[in-house]
């Protein structure tokens, strides 16, 4: 086999629940994932040594030496098999790069997906999800995809079967927000508003209505904790949720640690529509329209 090609989904949280900060930095969370139609494309190629390339959106923001998660998966994946391998790697990127929609982490997981066939490992699920876990918390969603519940730091999944398929508009801003200084700003913003912090847990109404697939009842529910400090460090994004919240969507919530923003619709026509009008107001650069649960990295 002289190629392989992987596609990937992002990720909405439609529950994230952060709880108190814990002494080794981490935060304990209830991460409600959700996988959406909005894909990468990791190609793996024969090659001597390990290398990656990046095209399509913002790739001039992604690194490709060390530093890319997709490099940092061919390495972890050579390593578990214990050998030198080589791969030419190229991502294609629909996913906004530092959009709080876990690009990265899909493009670890598809990488780890396309190895694995590419030098013809054959390593069982289980062990790329362990390997995923080390690579960072929200990579074995990506190969799982679906919907599912996280623990701990969002690594430990519960697969949740959901009742039928949400349609969804995202608002892309232009440029992107740190993982990590949003989750600082919201360490901040807690201790300044001296803000009791609760053990985080799932949300029933939440699951219920996404085991009944059930849009108009999982709009309300929609709840993310880091939304605030999103929305202190990128004040345009109050004004973006709003206009679609006017424009009818049954649900709006900045996604994981934004700045893009994730609208629930009723139906396909309506995500269609919703994308047009928020582009048309102004809100964002662009709205992408798409669906969910997928499934998790796939060879295509
Ligand atoms: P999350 O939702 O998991 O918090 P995110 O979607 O906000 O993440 P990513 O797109 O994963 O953010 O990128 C975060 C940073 O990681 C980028 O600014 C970039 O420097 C770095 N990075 C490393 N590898 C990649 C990759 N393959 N694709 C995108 N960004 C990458």
């Known amino acids: 086999m002289s190629s392989v090609t992987v596609r990937v989904p992002a990720k909405v949280n439609v529950q994230l629940s952060v709880g108190p900060l814990r002494d080794d930095g981490y935060h304990d969370l209830v991460n409600v994932f959700h996988a959406v139609s909005v894909f990468d494309e990791v190609i793996a190629k024969e090659s001597e040594s390990i290398s990656v390339r990046v095209e399509g959106e913002s790739a001039d923001l992604v690194p490709v030496d060390n530093g890319n998660l997709a490099i940092q998966a061919a390495r972890a994946l050579a390593k578990h098999a214990g050998r030198t391998y080589g791969v030419e790697l190229v991502i294609r990127k629909a996913i906004p790069v530092a959009g709080g929609m876990a ?157 893009t923003c994730a609208f629930l619709a009723a139906d396909e026509g309506q995500a269609r529509e919703l994308a047009v009008a928020l582009v048309g107001a102004g809100v964002c650069r662009t709205a992408v329209p798409a669906y969910g649960p997928v499934a998790g990295a796939s060879i295509v």
């Open 103 to 259: 690009g990265g982490s899909a493009d670890a997981a598809g990488t780890l997906v396309a190895c694995n066939e590419l030098w013809g490992l054959g390593l069982p699920r289980e062990d790329l999800m362990e390997i995923a876990a080390d690579l960072g918390s929200d990579v074995p969603f990506s190969l799982l995809g679906g919907t599912a519940v996280g623990t701990g730091r969002g690594e430990q999944l519960a697969e949740l079967p959901t009742g039928g398929r949400f349609h969804w508009v995202f608002a892309i801003a232009d440029g992107g927000l740190s993982t990590a200084r949003v989750y600082a700003e919201c360490d901040r913003l807690r201790a300044a508003l001296e803000e009791v912090v609760a053990w985080p847990q799932a949300s029933d109404a939440l699951l219920a209505a996404l085991k009944a697939g059930d849009a108009r009842a999982l709009g309300p529910e929609l709840a993310n904790d880091l939304q605030p400090a999103a929305l202190m460090l990128r004040a345009s994004l109050a004004r973006t949720l709003e206009a679609g919240r006017e424009l009818g969507a049954l649900g709006a919530i900045v996604s994981g640690s934004g700045p």
